[in-house]
């Protein structure tokens, strides 16, 4: 009997310990499909289809995607970069006449924009959509010309040229020493446009150019992959003549 009994308890406990651990206490009870007002949740918003790079250029929405990206910002903002779009605005024809002149000469003390503001430097922008008027995103370029005299005697140079001139006779800006791009631009062109892309224009003269939300393009060159559709001028000195 002796031996017996602690075989008895043994299996005793195990047996109790096994009824503790049974789970049966809240057995699991299927409940119906939910038959009441459906939850009102908006629908997964769709999210924008960004345009490839085209080689190694940069189409303007892609370029700043990349820039307003914590992953993808330094790619675009490291270094020079390109970027590939068409001319769809340019400040050029609705600088004021005062300032449409050779180099040597200062602007008038009261020449202004037409709003009053001091005389912007001449801009471009460029956009993955040719349309002038349409509603895409539009990256500034800057840094061709740092004023419209120099624009002048650029325009003066190459409008008798027909192919591009050499390195040695090609103008050359008087402040940023950088030769505007020939032909001299205008809107309606397909360009590839290299330079330092970011928040800040990186010539600045007077005050700080910045644009946080698209960026600018600090000109070191373009390429035309589409030519001008019309020559270069200045509409305003046309219109003085008639």
């Given at each position: 009997?002796?031996?017996v ?26 409940q ?10 908006p ?19 892609l ?20 970027l590939?779009?068409y001319?769809v ?13 050779k ?26 959509d040719?349309?002038?008027n ?43 020493a950088?030769?505007p ?40 060159k373009?390429e ?19």
């Amino acid at each position: 009997m002796n031996k017996v009994v602690p075989l008895v308890l043994v299996a005793s406990t195990g047996f109790a310990l096994a009824l503790g651990c049974s789970g049966n206490d809240d057995p699991y009870k299927p409940q119906p499909a939910w038959s009441g007002r459906k939850a009102n949740v908006p629908a997964v918003p769709a999210l924008p289809t960004l345009p490839a790079k085209q080689g190694d250029a940069y189409p303007v929405a892609l370029a700043i995607h990349h820039m307003n990206s914590v992953l993808h910002s330094p790619e675009v903002t490291s270094k020079e970069i390109t970027l590939i779009g068409y001319i769809v605005d340019s400040n050029i024809p609705r600088a004021p006449l005062c300032a449409i002149h050779k180099t040597g000469k200062a602007d008038p003390e009261d020449c202004k924009w037409s709003d009053g503001k001091p005389i912007q430097i001449p801009t471009l922008w460029i956009a993955d959509d040719k349309d002038p008027n349409g509603k895409g995103p539009r990256i500034r370029v800057m840094g061709f010309a740092s004023n419209y005299a120099n624009l002048f005697d650029a325009n003066e140079k190459y409008k008798s040229l027909k192919e591009p001139p050499a390195e040695k006779d090609q103008y050359k800006d008087e402040l940023w020493a950088v030769p505007p791009p020939f032909p001299l631009p205008t809107v309606g062109a397909k360009v590839k446009v290299t330079g330092k892309y970011g928040v800040n224009f990186q010539r600045a003269s007077a005050g700080i150019e910045a644009d946080p939300q698209n960026g600018i393009m600090t000109y070191s060159k373009i390429e035309y992959v589409e030519p001008p559709p019309t020559p270069f001028s200045f509409p305003q000195l046309d219109n003085k003549k008639k």
